[in-house]
């Protein structure tokens, strides 16, 4: 392609800069062949001009697009050049804050030098099981593609990690080897991988060290082979060390410091352990204070020793040993601070002070002679042919030799500890295979480079050569694959520099020359090189100012190196004579040191003893250590290095170039010319330019025709993609040899791609502009239409105005008029009303005066009439009365003279009666009448006398009325006269009053005056007071409605936090489900690794003879009342009572310690309860053997009758007992469970008194029945003898005979040893029963006891409680009662069961004494003659048919209990049973069995039955556990079952919903409440299968088919990229879409309708399922800047609408599934939304308020447009946002849980089917089981 095409107006170069390397600027003109002169324009619109070389006519570099910049691989971009490379890294570093990209096969790492949240345990599963292209570049997808490719090629790997000193290779290595720890996981209990990174610390401190360019610089180069093995875990590991730096002992540069461990000790020097040390600050010690800098900011190096103590004792170096180490380091530091003093007489002569402190300590640490080190400290030994001399040592060569003799301890030490540290990490097992990471220094260049930095870029040119060699064999696969011509690349090869270092009379070989000779030199040496190689060779040059140094051309620069101190280093020297005194050391530890080190010889650097490195290598020594020749330093790293290639091109290698932005430690700030530097020296620039020299650029078909679609015409397009692209490229580029076709993809040359996008570009602006063209004359026009309705409008709007305004005057004329008319009638009317006014108002006063002086005048003669009357009547009165007065004398006066006249007159006629009585003596009769007479006389009288008396009454009374009437006249007569007087008075008066009255009129009209001014004062105050009255009313009404709105506040506050402790206390109770539903899953993990174990364990013991298996999930899941029950059976029963203990599954971890020892205690009293039974029936049978006789066969027999009714009697007595007891017990039961309150129980509620009452009465009723017993038995007894005797008596023959036969004193002997014997049996059975009264008494003076305790402990915890504060009060009072209520439910529990055992015992009794009954039934038959039996009718018997009296149960036999789990569990099949049957069959049919194990009353069969489902659905979970179906089949009935038990339990919580019937099929005999426990702790288990069995299934969908997959074509295209090529978005064969996520969950929700689960599960399942869709998504999104794009967002929301429309469509709104996905919908809007100014920044931080503050800072960073027309999010908009949400307290986790499972609940679900109705089909092969 023409330059004249691409260098055009506009376009966008890079020029070489001195400070920023390249520059960008543009284009002011187009280029034309033959200019020599670029016209440029510079970001800050600065124009310069750009000469062009006229030889090379080199034009500038070209800028890729804005586009292409910021990918995740450099060979992605179009133009692949230094600056693009380097721009594109700036970006991601810079703006994106990405600090890893991908260069092809190269993973560039830069140092953020600031902790980054993408090391966590979520990215590390994220990355997990992901293609390397698929996610954003990360060390983690190095090592996944490493340990992926390990698996798939069974071939070893490598990961090589170079790059600068604090360039951060260490770190990477290390998050390397952590992510293979956490994902492989061991292969053994060992924990290798918790060793393999406790390594990392050991190693840190002694191999690292503080530089000026790194804080944590590593000194050594290392090789870390992780072993794995067949299964991919880790099994082992080892480690080789390269090049320890060990004049760092001796030596630091300024502002560095020593090795951590010597400051890690010094800091520690205050523990105990660490004083014999002697030991002080860092300052001190010369070896420690030679840089200036001993301590770095922000470590704490006492911490760091913890750190480094406890990773030696993960690894197995025992105490002892670290103290040796201890003592050797402290040993070098004192060796520093020795000082060498010369002699003033010889300066060839020095010594050490005597009793020089610093070597004393020395001495003594390490146990050898201070004589003799202080000697060879200054003294050396030569050997020659025949003699031996001691010469004296100067001063300097002294403190040289001290120093090499530091050196070699340290170096020693440093290996010692590598190869202990290789022996813990040995592998246990066979290693299959392994992964190398190799953590090496980068190329090195100083102002002094010497020996060290010979070697290091001596290693990089050898690791370059290899990474050059792979990556052409790379490009030369992949051109092959793709049936490309090869066409030889040109490529950097440096076997040219290698052999001047390594080949034969190479530096190397020279230097080792020189070493051997006997005074060699550096200067020697440097003349030998310029001889040798001085322009012979191309890459090695002579300094011009120097003849002590030599210059060799690298790979990445030219390095000068000066020449002194190569020889002494490569010899590194130490006096043989030294290392004699040090192995006769009492220290063990440095005895072992120097064990097998030869005179004089050097430790093996790089080297561990134990590898297969060292195996190879290994030469043997000679006997004779003085003639041995001795390996140089540079030899033996030439070997290692060589050993180390050799193991590198055996694996697969991976790279990782790690970059140091800048030398100043400052986050994320970008220095190019130190990048540039470094981008040379690793090789990364290499890569870009052997891909630039062939097809950098490659897309497969499908990609370019997504990609490119908007350049083809509509003719242009056929069925054939690759037909379609061949003809568009012939067309679009015409140059064939830019591009080629391969099979698969299509390959571009540099800069083909840049051009396509241009050309792409340009037709989206020229269509953008046509659509803008077309809105905007759209817009215009609609503008235009706008306008001109508006303005008809307008003029609309303006007449009628106008004629309104017309109108408006005329109506106002009329108006005047109207008004003048009135108002001039007004003011006529007026003038009017005045006259008339006035003229009423002069006759109105006329009027008033006349009628004034009238009235007067008529008063005046009114009151002389009155004056006339009263002095007239007065006179009257007193006339009247005189004449009264007079009138009543006289007939007073007459009245007496004619009663005095009757009074004499009766006298008389009395005196004349008494005298003709005593004549007339027979005058009886008549005096008889008279006397009649007389009484009828004296009753008139009385009649007289009453009427007289009401005479004289009335009289009195108007007597009285007459003289009041008198008085009353006689004082109106004295008021007349006294008036008469009073007249002129009066007259006098009136004249006074008068003028008294004028005056009160005139004070009147003032106080009418001041009454007017009063009460306008009075109506002001008062229109005042209203006024203040209104604003105290308003003030009050303001209060009022604050004190409401205050009061609304404060309720909506306290709703409010109502609110927030309510969802706080239901997040509480969810997080409590979760981590019960967790450890549940952690201890089926666990059961499944003991199974598999236990498996495992008998696979291996399979030939042992006697060896029994027992099923390791039999009772795994039992509750803790089936373990007390098992332990519990009977001898006689089937199941093995007396299993030994390990034989028992392990209990799970979750159970309470007090619950376990109650338990344990419990097993204890019935192993002996047991026992004493068994002892016993022994006994007894023992006793009846004994007693059976044959002359005594009818008695015993009778007696055997007594003692059944006995025990018949005796049993009904204790059923009752028992059923009494468990009546008072449920009472208890229900009481405390209905009243559970902290104050229900204390001493005194009534469920206290309850519960001591019920114990009183227990103690009493058992006293009783005891007696009662007692009585009974004696009673028993005594009749048995009177019958006995009796039948005896009866009969006097027998009687006769037996008195005949008694005769024989032998009878008589045996009779009375008979009657021993029983007084014997009644004696121990009384004994029997004395034992268990004492027992039961002890047993309740033990409750007494203990309930008192409990009383003063409830005291003890009152008192403690009224101290304690409200809130800390109610808690500890609530701990209390929930403490005391489990261990009252405990002692209940163990009440009840002892109660449930003994009911048992007598049950099984009375079988015994039925069966025992039956049989001697049978054999009185048997007696009975056959003629008997036909004489007998028979009555005919009505059979009834079952079918209609079925009760809902199914009876089976026990040996057909392993038939019906087989075929209704293990052999079912869900399909069958789920579309032609009733859904939840399975576990009606159990439930049904279990209802008739319970109505016959048999425990041992429900407890086995009940097991044996348990255990049968495990193992059909576990043989089938990736089935869907089939779990989900079982989850159903499981749950089923579980409600099955809760409907028919007998609880009344539970029976709400039954039907009469149903009531009548509940549970009679058993509470199967922990048996529900344990099957809904199954059902969580299940539930949790289930889920990830659904995640398994829909994981490879989610992120296809919601993220890559374009559901609306045409919306997004993909954009170019690199050699890591992600996941096509193209929804070809094979991939997954989004109908495929909605299929699948249409699959799952049929599924699980059809098997009948219920709704609320499945709402639960399908929210989990939408809470790992989301989750999974968004995690995928925040890891993939590929996928943060607008068009992305916009797919994203269309694949969540189709989801909500699924759950509408499922009627499913209700589960809270669509709320799981509101954070991914949230991430969607975030791409949509703008993203510039405050206001955006305001709106982002409400909308997204279920992100976290990480989450949307990553999105934004990693906001990529995949258009020209989008713009990037600027860095100061990600600051505002970060600054608004600094105070948003969230999670600082980047990614979501994607493993969280949300706690599950069942709720209780009855079911409205009769278990009557059921009926089981012949398929299922149950015929066995029979209704009843």
């Not at 490309?484 to 530096?507: R, V």
């Not at 009494?1220 to 208890?1228: D, P, R, V």
Request: with cysteine; glycine share 4%; aromatic share 8%.
């Amino acid at each position: 392609m023409a330059a004249s095409e691409l260098f055009t107006k506009f376009a966008r170069v890079w020029i070489p800069d001195t400070e920023d390397v390249w520059k960008s600027a543009e284009l002011l003109k187009d280029y034309k062949p033959g200019d020599t002169v670029l016209h440029l324009k510079f970001e800050d619109e600065q124009e310069t001009r750009y000469n062009i070389d006229p030889q090379t006519k080199e034009l500038p570099p070209l800028r890729n697009p804005d586009i292409l910049v910021g990918e995740n691989d450099l060979t992605a971009l179009s133009y692949l050049h230094e600056p693009a490379v380097l721009h594109n890294l700036k970006v991601r570093f810079m703006d994106s804050k990405l600090i890893y990209t991908y260069c092809g096969i190269v993973l560039v790492a830069i140092n953020p030098y600031e902790q980054l949240p993408i090391y966590g345990e979520d990215i590390i599963n994220a990355y997990s099981g992901q293609n390397m292209g698929d996610m954003d570049p990360h060390i983690f997808a190095v090592a996944e593609e490493a340990y992926k490719q390990m698996a798939r090629d069974e071939r070893n790997q490598s990961i090589i990690v170079s790059g600068e000193s604090g360039a951060g290779k260490t770190v990477s290595a290390k998050y390397a080897m952590r992510y293979f720890a956490t994902v492989s996981g061991s292969a053994s209990e060992a924990n290798v991988e918790e060793k393999v990174l406790a390594s990392n610390p050991i190693m840190e401190s002694i191999g690292n060290a503080k530089t000026t360019r790194n804080d944590n610089s590593s000194r050594f180069g290392k090789y870390i082979e992780i072993g794995f093995d067949k299964r991919y875990r880790i099994v082992g590991a080892n480690m080789r060390t390269y090049l320890l730096e060990k004049s760092r002992v001796v030596f630091q540069a300024e502002d560095e410091r020593n090795y951590h461990i010597l400051y890690q000790l010094c800091a520690s020097k205050h523990l105990p352990e660490f004083r014999t040390l002697r030991l002080s600050s860092a300052q001190n010690f010369h070896y420690t204070n030679l840089g200036g800098s001993p301590v770095i900011e922000g470590i704490d190096d006492a911490k760091e020793m913890m750190n480094t103590r406890q990773a030696c004792s993960l690894l197995g170096i025992s105490e002892s040993y670290q103290m040796g180490i201890f003592h050797v380091l402290a040993a070098i530091l004192h060796l520093g601070n020795v000082a060498v003093k010369s002699n003033e007489r010889d300066a060839d002569n020095c010594f050490i002070p005597p009793n020089t402190e610093h070597l004393i300590i020395f001495c003594d640490l390490l146990g050898v002679d201070y004589e003799q080190m202080s000697h060879w400290l200054c003294h050396r030994k030569i050997v020659t042919g025949s003699e031996t001399y001691i010469k004296p040592m100067p001063k300097f060569q002294a403190i040289n030799a001290r120093d090499a003799l530091a050196k070699h301890i340290y170096a020693s030490l440093f290996n010692w500890i590598v190869l202990h540290v290789n022996q813990a990490l040995r592998a246990s097992v066979k290693q299959h295979s392994f992964i190398g990471v190799l953590d090496i220094y980068g190329f090195e260049t100083f102002e002094i480079n010497s020996f060290e930095q010979f070697c290091i870029n001596y290693a990089n040119e050898k690791l370059q050569q290899q990474f050059n060699m792979h990556v052409f064999k790379l490009e030369q696969e992949e051109y092959m694959k793709e049936q490309i011509p090869w066409t030889l690349i040109d490529f950097y090869d440096n076997q040219p520099c290698i052999n001047l270092i390594e080949a034969k009379l190479g530096i190397l070989d020279l230097l080792d020359e020189e070493c051997k000779m006997p005074k060699g030199s550096d200067d020697t040496w440097a003349q030998k090189l310029y001889n040798t190689h001085l322009n012979k060779s191309s890459l090695f040059h002579k300094p011009r100012l120097s003849n002590k140094a030599f210059i060799i051309q690298h790979f990445a620069d030219k390095v000068e190196y000066q020449c002194e101190g190569f020889l002494e280093k490569n010899k590194d020297t130490v006096y043989e004579e030294q290392i004699t005194v040090l192995k006769a050391s009492k220290l063990s530890l440095l005895a072992e040191l120097f064990q097998d080190e030869k005179p004089a010889t050097s430790p093996t650097e790089g080297r561990p003893p134990v590898t297969r490195a060292t195996v190879k290598s290994a030469k043997p020594r000679s006997l004779q250590a003085s003639k041995e020749h001795k390996k140089s330093v540079g030899h033996q790293f030439r070997n290692s290095l060589h050993l180390l290639m050799e193991t590198l091109n055996a694996t697969t290698p991976h790279y990782v170039r790690c970059i140091k932005p800048n030398d100043y430690k400052l986050a994320f700030t970008f220095d190019p010319k130190r990048a540039v530097q470094q981008l040379r020296a690793c090789g990364v620039l290499e890569t870009i330019r052997i891909s630039a020299a062939g097809f950098p650029s490659r897309w497969t078909y499908q990609e370019f025709f997504n990609r490119y679609r908007v350049l083809m015409k509509q003719k242009d397009v056929l069925s054939d993609k690759k037909l379609t692209c061949r003809n568009v490229l012939e067309k679009l580029i015409k140059d064939k040899d830019k591009y080629q076709f391969g099979k698969t993809k299509i390959f571009f040359r540099a800069g083909q791609v840049a051009y396509l996008e241009k050309l792409r570009a340009d037709k989206l602006r020229a269509a953008c502009i046509r659509i803008q063209k077309t809105i905007r004359s759209w817009l215009q026009r609609k503008k235009y239409l706008r306008m001109r309705n508006a303005a008809i409008t307008i003029q609309r709007y303006v007449r009628g105005y106008q004629a309104r305004c017309y109108a408006q005057f005329l109506r106002r004329t009329r108006a005047a008029i109207i008004i003048q008319k009135y108002q001039r009638m007004c003011a006529a009317r007026q003038n009017f009303q005045r006259i008339r006014s006035a003229t009423i108002v002069i006759q109105s006063f006329v009027r008033g005066f006349h009628g004034r002086r009238r009235y007067r005048a008529v008063l005046r003669e009114q009151k002389a009439i009155i004056l006339q009357k009263h002095a007239r009547g007065l006179l009257a009165k007193r006339r009247y009365k005189r004449i009264q007065h007079a009138v009543v004398y006289l007939q007073c006066c007459y009245r007496r003279m004619m009663a005095k006249r009757e009074l004499k007159k009766l006298k008389i006629e009395a005196r004349s009666v008494e005298h003709y009585k005593t004549l007339n003596i027979g005058m009886e009769n008549k005096i008889v009448q008279l006397q009649c007479k007389v009484n009828d006389q004296t009753k008139e009288m009385k009649l007289l006398l009453e009427k007289l008396n009401n005479l004289e009454a009335t009289y009195t009374t108007d007597t009285e009325r007459l003289r009041t009437e008198v008085d009353r006249l006689r004082a109106n007569e004295e008021n007349a006269k006294v008036s008469s007087n009073k007249i002129t008075s009066l007259l006098e008066e009136i004249a006074i009053l008068r003028k008294e009255l004028k005056e009160t009129q005139a004070q009147k009209k003032r106080l009418e005056e001041g009454a007017e001014k009063y009460k306008e004062e009075t109506e002001l105050m008062v229109s005042q007071l209203k006024e203040q009255n209104t604003l105290l009313k308003n003030e009050k009404e303001d209060l009022n409605r604050q004190i409401r709105e205050q009061a609304k506040e404060i309720t909506e506050s306290m709703e409010k936090r109502m609110e927030e402790e309510t969802k706080q206390l239901q997040v509480d109770l969810n997080d409590e489900r979760s981590r019960y539903q967790s450890l549940l899953n952690e201890f089926c993990r666990l059961e499944e690794r003991y199974d598999n174990l236990k498996e495992e364990i008998s696979l291996v013991n399979v030939s042992k003879p006697g060896h029994r298996r027992t099923d390791s999930t039999h009772s795994s899941n039992e509750s803790e009342y089936t373990y007390n029950s098992l332990l519990s059976s009977e001898p006689g029963e089937p199941e093995d009572g007396t299993r030994r203990p390990e034989e028992l599954p392990e209990q799970s971890g979750a159970l309470d310690m007090s619950l376990f020892l109650k338990l344990q205690k419990r097993v204890t009293e019935l192993e002996q309860e047991k026992q004493g039974l068994q002892e016993e029936l022994d006994r007894k049978e023992d006793q009846a053997l004994r007693s059976k006789a044959k002359e005594a066969e009818d008695q015993q027999v009778k007696a055997r009758g007594a003692e059944l009714e006995y025990e018949s009697l005796k049993r009904q007595e204790l059923e009752s007992e028992n059923k009494k007891l468990k009546n008072e017990l449920n009472e208890l039961h229900r009481a405390l469970n209905e009243k559970a309150s902290p104050h229900v129980t204390a001493p005194g509620s009534p469920a206290y008194r309850v519960l001591l009452d019920q114990l009183t009465a227990s103690s009493e009723e058992l006293e009783v029945r005891k007696e009662e017993v007692l009585i009974l038995r004696s009673q028993l007894v005594s009749q048995k003898e009177a019958m006995a005797h009796k039948e005896t008596m009866t009969d006097p023959m027998v009687l006769l005979e037996d008195v005949r036969k008694m005769k024989d004193e032998g009878e008589i002997t045996q009779a009375y040893l008979g009657l021993k014997e029983t007084n014997r049996l009644l004696e121990s059975q009384l004994q029997g029963q004395k034992k268990n009264y004492e027992n039961e008494l002890e047993i309740l003076r033990g409750e007494v006891q203990n309930l008192k305790e409990e009383i003063n402990r409830q005291q003890q915890l009152l008192a403690q409680n009224l101290q304690l504060p409200p809130e800390a009060r109610i808690e500890a009072s609530l701990q209390h009662e929930i403490t005391r209520l489990t261990n009252e439910n405990l002692d209940l529990m163990e009440q009840l069961e002892k109660q449930d055992k003994i009911i048992r015992k007598l049950k099984k009794q009375l079988k015994v004494f039925a069966k025992k009954i039956g049989e001697l039934e049978v054999g009185q038959t048997e007696n009975v003659s056959p003629a008997q039996l036909a004489d007998e009718p028979i009555r005919p018997v009505n059979i009834p048919r079952k079918e209609k009296d079925f009760q809902g149960m199914l009876e089976y036999k026990k040996d057909d209990e392993f038939k019906l789990i087989k075929n209704l569990i293990l052999e079912l099949k869900p399909r069958g049973v789920a579309v032609n049957l009733i859904p939840g069959l399975p576990a009606y049919i159990l439930f049904m069995c279990v209802r008739h194990a319970d109505y016959i009353n048999d425990d041992q069969r429900v407890r086995s039955l009940l097991t044996s489902t348990i255990n049968g659905i495990k193992k059909i979970l576990k043989k089938r556990s990736d089935d869907f179906e089939i779990v989900s089949f079982w989850l159903s009935n499981t749950c089923r079952f579980l409600h099955c038990l809760k409907q028919y339990s007998g609880e009344e919580a539970f029976m709400k919903h039954n039907t009469p019937r149903q009531n009548d099929h509940c549970l009679r005999n058993f509470d199967l409440a922990e048996y529900r426990q344990v099957i809904s702790d199954l059902a969580i288990q299940i539930y949790q299968q289930l889920t990830k069995v659904m995640e398994n299934i829909l994981q490879p969908m989610i992120v296809s088919g919601m993220l890559e997959h374009e559901t609306i074509q045409g919306v997004s295209g993909l954009k170019p990229t690199g050699l890591r090529k992600r996941t096509s978005s193209v929804a070809d064969e094979g991939t997954y879409t989004l109908d495929s996520i909605v299929r699948q969950l249409n699959n799952f929700h049929s599924t699980m309708c059809q098997h009948g689960m219920d709704p609320e599960l499945i709402k639960q399942i399908i929210r989990q399922m939408f809470y790992i869709i989301g989750s999974v998504t968004l995690n995928n999104l925040l890891l993939r800047k590929d996928m943060c794009s607008w068009s992305k967002g916009m797919q994203i929301r269309y694949n969540v609408s189709q989801l909500e429309e699924w759950l509408r469509d499922k009627n499913l709104q209700t589960s809270g599934a669509k709320e799981t996905l509101e954070p991914l919908i949230q991430a969607a809007q975030l791409l949509q939304v703008k993203k510039k100014t405050d206001e955006d920044a305001e709106a982002i931080c409400s909308m997204c308020n279920n992100l976290t503050t990480a989450q949307i800072v990553k999105v934004l960073n990693l906001y990529t447009p995949v258009n020209e027309f989008e713009e990037r999010v600027t860095a100061s908009f990600i600051r505002t946002i970060q600054v608004r949400l600094q105070n948003r307290k969230d999670s600082p986790q980047l990614l979501m849980d994607a493993k969280f499972i949300f706690p599950v609940t069942f709720p209780f679900n009855p079911s409205s089917l009769a278990l009557e109705s059921i009926q089981i089909p012949s398929s299922m092969n149950l015929g066995f089981l029979l209704r009843v």
